[in-house]
């Protein structure tokens, strides 16, 4: 891995720029000197004074005495997973309570759109949170693009969509990936049909009991979700009405 790819990790991670850079930089040179992760660096010894007080406070950096000279060094990366965990739990006390706050602005008419991949797999996290015992989820969309967005996390999805105890249909294109997808349907608890040749599906939609979710694929990715029961029954009479019209 590059310098780069440390660096772009640690800042994911929640580092600013240049403390991932004093960071690497301590690394690589072992306990060492303002001056020398300095000239590492290429910036200022009175910034780096401040960046690494920074990073002492996080845990990632200590000071060592070597005879009367005070050297500076990295902690162990595996501090980073401790950090980390420590985050996580912070986190997971609070969940609940924005949680409560989230679902009581929500209301049952919103409308709401998604811009990113980020932001659209986490929809689709959240609609599988909010799957009850008996609920149906009726999809119409295209097999490869679906699954091209990122085929690790949405193989994982709908394998985890399976092990609920939910009405899962699913009409998609007719492509090789569709037909492969239909003879395992069972085995990921669904059922699938497959559209007529030359019909192409460039959007998906799902309708499930509390959403009805509409996602685009060519222009830009983007996806908007309906929370209105007079709409969600809609959309499920129109899946039914085309389900019924293909033969299995």
């Known amino acids: 891995m590059s310098i780069n790819k440390y660096k772009n990790a640690l800042i994911g991670f929640g580092l600013k720029e240049s403390e991932a ?10 306990p060492t000197t303002i001056l020398e992760i300095s000239k590492k660096t290429g910036i200022r010894r009175t910034t780096v004074y401040e960046i690494i007080k920074a990073l002492i406070s996080k845990g990632l950096m200590i000071t060592e005495s070597k005879g009367f000279k005070k050297l500076y060094c990295s902690t162990h990366p595996q501090n980073l997973v ?7 739990e912070t986190l997971e006390i609070v969940i609940p309570e924005l949680t409560s706050l989230y679902k009581s602005k929500g209301g049952d008419n919103s409308i709401k759109t998604y ?3 980020e932001s659209i797999k986490n ?5 599988l949170d909010n799957y009850r015992s008996g609920d149906f989820c009726y999809i119409i969309g295209n097999n490869d693009k679906f699954f091209g967005l990122d085929p690790k996390f949405f193989k994982k999805y709908v394998e985890d969509r399976a092990k609920l105890n939910i009405d899962v249909r699913i009409i998609v294109d007719d492509s090789e ?11 990921l608890n669904s059922q699938v049909r497959i559209l007529p040749p030359n019909m192409p599906l460039p959007a998906n939609f799902t309708v499930t009991n509390h959403v009805f979710l509409s996602q685009t694929f060519e222009s830009n990715r983007m996806a908007t979700t309906v929370s209105n029961k ?5 959309q499920k009479n129109i899946f039914e009405f085309i389900w019924n019209s293909i033969p299995e």
Request: net charge neutral; glycine share 2%; proline share 0%.
């Open 21 to 30: 850079q004093v960071y690497v930089a301590a690394l690589e040179l072992g």
């Open 82 to 88: 401790s950090i980390f965990e420590n985050k996580k």
């Open 115 to 117: 811009e990113s991949l």
């Open 123 to 127: 929809l689709y996290l959240e609609i």
């Open 177 to 187: 990936s569709s037909h492969e997808r239909k003879k395992y349907a069972k085995n």
């Open 230 to 234: 007079d709409i969600i029954n809609l």
